[in-house]
């Protein structure tokens, strides 16, 4: 056996029992680890791992409060630091599904269960260390960044007939494709899958042909995969991308959603489904994973104010169209707003989104008192400014005074936004968001192009593309009437075809929220009343049939 140098290794033990720490250390003296040191919770790690490199780090999932195992691991990985190609084995106790893939996310080294054996942690870590050493040029280079001399060595090892061969593959084939180099790496994955069905050769060939814009051929290997491995994340990840690319925003909300039912712990698969959700105006689940998202957040370097904040807003979306739904989730999402600061920094910036969010909450919750409070104090912290990175501020105020009923007053606020920005196409973009009709030239033909494109597929009598036209464009300008409109007419025309109840429960929805925008005094109002009739039979004709 080669000479492992452990003598020169430093290492470092991270878990909260002091007796685990202690048996631990005395296994790496025992094998020659020269020098260990030891940490008692995830904090207490990264201070350590920012200040010098391990070679080796021992870290346990269940660090008691704080960061876990997992936050620990995901910050090494992702952000700059000198321990962030250490050698990172996770240990745990616990053998739990969602854990152990929740782990695997970021790729730990090695994954051991508790009660650790001197053996196994013998065995594990000569295997480490001897690729390690093997492939110590190939890695000295790859941190470098010099990915011609990185690839020239995985070449130079592969002709030598190195054990290692299938690493230094992988690492060649992730380099062809950061080099747009495609057909180098569909023939060294095709060359590895000839000899055996590897997965990450599996997944490498989807990479190469999304990169083709192949996108049937990447769906196709993507079902073999899944149907092989229904537990393969990184597939489901790339699924994502793939529905992305084609601009399918529902097969890529349930695509998340079977990630997140395998994996409940990936804060950014979390953060992904709520945001998608929310475009795709489900905000029951936007704001259920939302909700998660923030939960998984506390102690991740992946937490976000904007998660937060979306949280809250998603809770009063839903409440406008179902407060039942709605309910359950309000308590929580108050707290969120009211936490903003102290999680992510104070400014009057920040300070005046918590109060604005806090205060329709509290219209949420019943209590008008609190509401006008905190209304009152957000005034006071955004004061008379006329910044421009204000605007969303700005933006939030004038749903506030909506949803506590002083409409005038959100009328003349918002009168004075649309005359500020009168000139600023951009930001009249995002006051679009609270308008009946678009300002900005971009939004107005948005909306032409997306009218012509749904009443297309509507007179072909394709309501479910018509539908799905018109709910695009409602993702970036929800108050527009006429499209909202539009989108109920085509859902309902879907109706009468055949009468499915998650279908009506959606157009229920969207007269709700509808209601809550229109005044009898506007132009469309006879329509919304007449399509609201027309729904309203089909459901009492359907209630008869069922009892019937």
Not at 160 to 186: D, H, M, V
Not at 341 to 347: Q, R
Not at 447 to 455: D, F
């Amino acid at each position: 056996m080669a000479d492992l140098g452990f003598y020169k290794m430093h290492a470092l033990i991270i878990d909260d029992f002091e007796n685990f720490r202690g048996t631990l250390y005395k296994m790496l003296m025992d094998l020659g680890i020269g020098n260990v040191d030891s940490a008692a919770s995830g904090e207490e790690a990264l201070k350590y791992c920012k200040a010098r490199h391990y070679d080796l780090i021992l870290c346990d999932n269940n660090l008691g409060k704080g960061k876990s195992g997992q936050q620990v691991l995901e910050e090494l990985r992702s952000t700059d630091n000198p321990c962030a190609d250490s050698l990172f084995i996770l240990v745990s106790a616990e053998s739990s599904k969602s854990i152990i893939m929740a782990a695997y996310d970021y790729e730990p080294d090695a994954y051991l269960a508790k009660p650790i054996t001197p053996k196994a942690l013998d065995q594990r870590l000569n295997r480490l260390f001897e690729q390690r050493l093997e492939l110590k040029e190939v890695l000295a280079a790859q941190k470098a960044k010099d990915d011609d001399l990185t690839i020239k060595l995985c070449n130079d090892l592969i002709a030598k007939g190195t054990r290692y061969t299938n690493s230094c593959q992988k690492i060649l084939g992730q380099l062809y494709l950061k080099k747009n180099n495609l057909p180098a790496a569909e023939s060294l994955y095709q060359s590895v899958l000839d000899n055996r069905e590897l997965e990450w050769a599996q997944l490498g060939m989807v990479k190469t042909r999304l990169a083709q814009n192949d996108l049937l051929g990447a769906q196709q290997w993507l079902e073999n995969i899944l149907q092989a491995n229904p537990l393969c994340m990184k597939a489901y990840d790339l699924k994502a991308e793939l529905f992305k690319l084609q601009h399918n925003t529902e097969g890529l909300q349930e695509v998340l959603q079977k990630a997140t039912d395998l994996s409940p712990l990936s804060i950014l698969r979390q953060q992904e489904l709520g945001n998608v959700a929310q475009q795709n105006n489900d905000l029951l689940t936007a704001a259920n994973a939302l909700k998660r998202a923030v939960k998984l957040g506390e102690h991740s370097c992946f937490d976000k104010a904007d998660v937060h904040a979306q949280f809250a807003q998603a809770t009063i979306d839903l409440f406008s169209i179902d407060k039942e739904l709605a309910k359950p989730l309000v308590r929580d999402a108050i707290n969120c707003a009211v936490s903003l600061e102290d999680k992510f920094g104070k400014n009057n910036l920040r300070k005046a989104e918590s109060l604005l969010l806090e205060s329709q909450l509290q219209v949420c919750a019943g209590d008008q008192r609190r509401a006008l409070d905190a209304l009152t104090s957000a005034q006071s912290a955004l004061g008379n400014t006329s910044d421009e990175s204000a605007l969303s501020v700005q933006i939030e105020m004038v749903r506030a005074l909506r949803l506590l009923g002083r409409t005038a007053e959100a009328q003349d606020r918002l009168a004075e936004l649309l005359h500020r920005y009168a000139s600023n196409e951009q930001q009249l973009q995002k006051l679009d968001v609270l308008l009946d009709e678009p300002r900005s030239e971009k939004n107005k033909l948005m909306v032409a192009e997306i009218n012509k494109k749904g009443i297309s597929y509507y007179n072909a009598k394709d309501f479910s593309a018509a539908a799905d036209a018109f709910k695009t464009a409602l993702q970036k300008l929800p108050n527009h009437i006429g499209l909202r409109l539009n989108y109920v007419q085509a859902l309902i025309d879907k109706l009468k075809t055949k009468f499915d109840v998650s279908l009506s429960e959606k157009i229920q929805q969207t007269f709700t929220k509808t209601s809550g925008i229109i005044s009898p005094q506007h132009p469309q109002f006879q329509r919304y009343k007449q399509l609201s009739d027309v729904y309203s039979s089909l459901v009492r004709a359907y209630e008869k049939q069922q009892r019937g």
